[in-house]
């Protein structure tokens, strides 16, 4: 040490994010390129080029509704009314399933109002055996992938029939059949499992890829970033998703993405190409994921995409955002409406009309009532008809230890 | 001056206090800002102490508690806030491996005045990894100190005492007991870390509990009194260190015990316990120490089965009952 400390010296002083000082920009989304702006890199092109692409935003869809620019996937008119719907159809299941709250029926509920599109976009571009690795706000990958609506109210409503037997949280559906890994109800552990799953596809000679899905404030668990380290490594296969919804409950983004100018950047240090990309553009998203899909199905490596979109709804039915939150934000939020922005364009295109669209909104809405009717008449958590106390104790472990075996009886003798 | 005001005010109130009366006190944790944490257990704190003094911080209970055992080794004297208890996993290497440790480890040079405050129990539904009673896993490290209040009255002593307490310490906050109200004093005070309260004095039998099941006990230990067993109710309030001593003398006194805890009964806190009154008191039994907790798998869902995993006032009653039943030595 050469010098001594000198009185003068500046006291040290920590950097708050601004909205903790209830400083939110009205409009808080950053670098924000026009449609069609943005070219399309080779799917190997070196990282230090498509490196910029972290700090501009990848669109396809204009004020107008065009498709425009490199990244306009070349999909039929059918594909995109069949996005429309499921991202409609996602929509209504929601709301249904919050009036299923409001009624009792379930004692909690996690809505993906305004981020539709990034999960129905995604899905549309993977195939059958990928593995999404979700967390509670992709519902919007099952009901794309098919899934029986009266299977996810099933657990929703936690009746008789819930596949999970009343062991998880309604949301937190799992299918293996339907390429959608068990959710965690503690953040990010699903980041690095989806990097696990990935690397034994390839260890077995597979051609399946994998999907991790994260939030935005979720990236500050160490999860995220020795999943980050692992997929660069061994160049996994996988796509690499966080869904900046710009809340994580009542913490702005702004805290998980820290100095940084953006989370897409988390990618540079780890020679990940990372892309930042307008999840609200239906064609953006299946665009992106596209191209992600088929780097990682080639070998050259993992894709982090980083998705700008509004969380416009509550976190969960726990959660009231009057209290954090400014109401003028939906309404200001520069990316639009998921659901709007591709109608538009299929009007745009004069493959779509007021008079189909109220058909469609009235067909899936029937499509969730009827779904939830035949999943009410099995009961719901008001009625508590989910099975016996006797099931507890199956699948703690892969068979039943006689000790399990012997509790069991007991909770049976009591009950 | 003392006054009716809920468990959550209890552990605001004494955060408030020390935070006015030592300027070392900050708090950090997710959404313990503008917010007031989800359990509304920080609620007002940022708005009296300023953005630097009450920390919201990004989503990482690693950094969290790291930030913490950082600060505390440093003359702070800071409480960090894991939302639920079951994440503590997630910090566990902090926690056990570093905090419990560093005093021990520095040659004794090192102090971590640490508190880890955490919501913990079920009965909200919350499923396997948001309801679970993790207290045996910390009670087993050498170094940490483990409260679990079961009132606000005991909140409030027992929070002051833990963010005075110069080794770390975890108070689990018991999320079904948020609202439950109960007579406070204004002013600060303490129960020392390590004294049991004896709820309840009886002649017949034992029951040592925690959290919200010493609650449940008592009840139970109410209604039995009309059918003429005279229950006597512990609550140890500190499970780290426990104080035998109380349970030993009591058991002595009763010849008989009853363990009550949520978590599960292998290897749940319940079994030290259990040692514990052989080892110290094998003479004075009338019968075996029995254990009302937990079966051996995860916290379910759905209420409708959650009510068979918890222990009941109705279980609790039939091994108070058929302890007493069994004829003494
Ligand atoms: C390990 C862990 N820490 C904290 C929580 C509590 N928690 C649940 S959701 C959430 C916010 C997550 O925000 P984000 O990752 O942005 O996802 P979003 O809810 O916006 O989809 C928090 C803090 C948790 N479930 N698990
Ligand atoms: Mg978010």
Redesign the interface.
Known sequence: MTTDRDDTDQPLR?R?PEP???QHAPDRVRYISAAGEMQKPALDEKVERVALMRKQLVRVLDDEGRAVGDWAPDISVDEKRRGLRNMMLVRSYDARLLRAHRQGKT??YMQSLGEEAIACGQQQALLPGDMHFPTYRQQGLLISADYPLVTMMNQVL?NEH?PLH?????V?YSSKAHGFFTI?????TQYIQAVGWAMASALRGGTEIAAAWIGE??T???DFHAALVFASTYQAPVILNIVNNHW????PED??R?ASATFADRGYGFSIPAIRVDGNDYLAVYAASQWAAERARKNLGPTLIEWITLRVGAHST??DPS??RPPEETEQFPLGDPIQRLRQHLEFLDEWDEERHVALQAEVDTQVNEAFAEADSHGS?KT????S?R???DD?FAELPR??RE?RDR?EE?? | MSRKISYVQAFNEAVRQEMRADETVFCAG??I???GG?FQTYAGLQEEFG??RV?????????IIGLGVGAAATGSRPIVDIMFM??I??AFDQIVNQAAKMKYMFGGSATVPLTITTGGGGGL??????SQSLEALICHIPGLKVVHPSNPYDMKGLMTACIREDNPTIMIKHKRLLGMQGEVPEEPYMIPLGTAATLREGADVTVVAWGRMVNEAFDVAEKLAEDGIDVEVIDPRTLQPLDSETIVESVRKTNRAVIVHEAVRFAGLGAEVAAQIQEEAFDYLDAPVARVAA????V??????EQ??QPSA??IE?AIRDIVARPGA
């Open positions: 920590l708050i903790a000082r209830g004692s909690f936690s819930d009343g062991r998880q949280l309604p937190m965690s109800g503690n953040l990010a404030g979720a500050a668990e160490s994580a409950i009542s913490t805290f998980a820290g726990s959660d209290v954090y958590v508590g008809d989910v099975g106390a099931t507890m104790f703690v000790h399990l509790q909770v009591l009950s | 997710e959404d800002g503008g917010f989800v953005e630097e920390v919201d911080t990004p989503i990482s209970e690693q950094a079951d994440f996993c997630v539904s919350a499923a396997a990894q948001h079966p051996f798998s995860p379910p869902f759905t209420p409708a089965l068979h995993y109705a279980r039939q």
